[in-house]
């Protein structure tokens, strides 16, 4: 059978209640935790593409993406609680429904991970070549600052490279992240929580100055493309990419070990967090709808164009060039905002905080992808060779060398819209299992230990998959078809290299006691 191989959960919590952490965490904390590993990435580079999809009514979509978020993010508590080691929904899914199943899931995470570290990467491009141009009118030549635009011919992708051929800036910050990681450089906690304070001081600033010059004529139409429209537009389709700026709250699923009265704290963290950064984004994109308006940029017919498309690309570049660029075409939507409404300088802040606060995740999100290869490795499902560590800087070199080019290439060619869907597939699907497993478990082992127990199970988990699946359908069909193909690959992988090599397979059934206290990796914001 191809489902008879699972983790023993004994041994893994035997191992975990070893080495136990001291719960310390009270709901104020865990909401703190939540809110400065949600508020990231996301907000700064995706307001404009979530604002093609939907146009005003992106504030709508802030709000189901974060109800999704919540939703999944109980479940998630339930098992981060009950197996506190680290490998994320790659070790829940191994402990509960196999090796099979939970290898999937962890090549899913290749996506969640690595793609989204592409993302920042494309990010971060735009927003420094943004400030440098603002400040010194320099540009770097079209063709070495933007990838290519992507399309579909029916079902073949077709490239435009009149827009760009390869993006400098995402490779140079993708490589450098990944020589300090290489050479074991990594950020303390009081940097990280400065370059947090960083992102919500200059979120904060964008808030209170757009504000009170708002004006509510442009928030008409409302839902330009609907509720749900073709390719993933519609108000659904614009909530399924903004999905990528709530990643991040699993930091506080995976603090449950550490929390005083789990079962009333983790709630409270998590729906707080989420709560609030909602009700920050909301701000922003009230910001940015008021201030100088979101409609979607159409073609000549009148047709709402996707934002990652070559049409969408040509009409902007024609926009660009009669001086007529909305909003939805910037790259740095936000700094963009606020020098179009007078406020260069405060703009120019905004992009340098950008730029000094996104390399910082781009540093955790490959550090959690070669986290993730790592454990599968030392189970045997890589070639055990990628974890072997650098005798001089101690750190698992060859794993991230070959994660740090991944995530260079991927920045370098597509846009960061693209990324960021093809990112949420894999989180979408993660999160998905992770859902199945706790009603799994509820049935399999229903007197097990649960430090916190998902309240009303039976409602919020077939919510939290259904949320889930809902998503990812409305995700852009190229986004959608790379999911399915990604895993036909690793299902190729799988039978032809990994079930042979299983430790489990050969019963090798190991705990590490080295790492048993590590919470599972949790993913930064972004």
């Known amino acids: 059978m191809i489902f008879d191989r699972v983790k023993s959960l004994d041994a893994i919590l035997a191992t975990a209640e070893k080495k136990s952490l001291h719960r310390s965490l009270g709901a104020f904390q865990l909401t703190m935790l939540g809110i400065g590993a949600i508020i990231g990435t996301g907000i700064f580079v995706l307001t404009a593409a979530a604002a093609q999809k939907a146009g005003p009514g992106m504030m709508v979509s802030f709000m189901v993406a974060g109800f999704v978020c919540a939703v999944a993010a109980l479940c998630y508590s339930e098992l981060a609680s009950m197996v506190p080691v680290s490998g994320s929904a790659y070790t829940y899914t191994y402990a509960v429904m196999g090796e099979l199943l939970a290898w999937m899931v962890g090549w899913a995470l290749v996506l969640e991970y690595a793609v989204a570290a592409s993302a920042v990467c494309v990010g971060w491009s735009g927003y420094v070549m943004g400030l440098i141009k603002s400040t010194t009118g320099f540009s770097l030549p079209v063709f070495l600052s933007s990838g290519p635009a992507w399309g579909l011919d029916g079902f073949m992708p077709t490239v435009d490279f009149a827009h760009g051929i390869i993006n400098l800036p995402a490779i140079i910050v993708a490589a450098a992240v990944t020589w300090l990681l290489v050479i074991g450089t990594s950020e303390s906690a009081k940097v990280n929580a400065v370059l947090v304070a960083v992102k919500i001081i200059a979120l904060t600033a964008f808030i209170v100055i757009s504000l009170p010059i708002i004006k509510g004529e442009n928030f008409t ?306």
């Open 221 to 526: 139409p409302f839902m330009p493309t609907g509720l749900m429209g073709h390719d993933g537009l519609g108000v659904i389709g614009a909530a399924a990419s903004i999905f990528f700026a709530y990643v991040g709250f699993d930091a506080v699923s995976t603090a449950a070990e550490e929390t005083k009265n789990p079962q009333r704290n983790v709630p409270i963290g998590l729906i707080g967090s989420l709560a609030i950064c909602t009700i920050f984004y909301l701000l922003v994109a009230a910001g940015v709808i008021g201030t100088v308006g979101a409609q979607p940029v159409r073609d000549l017919a009148g047709n709402v164009l996707s934002p990652d498309g070559l049409d969408f690309a040509n009409r902007c570049a024609a926009l660009t060039a009669a001086g007529e660029a909305p909003i939805v075409c910037s790259k740095e939507a936000l700094a963009e905002t606020l020098r179009r409404i007078d406020f260069g300088l405060v703009g120019d802040l905004v992009g340098l905080a950008a730029s000094i606060a996104l390399p910082s995740v781009i540093l955790m999100m490959i550090y959690g992808q070669t986290r993730i290869f790592f454990v599968m490795a030392r189970d045997g499902l890589l070639p055990e060779g990628l974890a072997d560590v650098h005798p001089k800087y101690k750190t698992p070199w060859k794993m991230t060398i070959f994660t740090g080019i991944c995530v260079a290439v991927a920045g370098a060619f597509f846009p960061v819209g693209q990324l960021a869907d093809i990112s949420n597939s894999g989180t979408l699907f993660a999160f998905f299992m992770v859902a199945i497993a706790v009603m799994m478990l509820r049935r399999t082992d229903p007197g097990r230990f649960r430090p916190f127990r998902t309240p009303l199970v039976w409602v919020i988990a077939p919510v939290a998959a259904i949320g889930c699946l809902g998503l990812y359908l409305n995700l852009p069909f190229v986004a959608k078809m790379v999911l399915p193909v990604w895993g036909a690959i690793g299902l190729l992988i799988y039978f032809f290299y990994s079930r042979g090599h299983s430790h489990v397979g050969r019963g090798l059934i190991e705990v590490h006691e080295e790492d048993a206290d590590v919470p599972p990796t949790a993913l930064p914001p972004i």
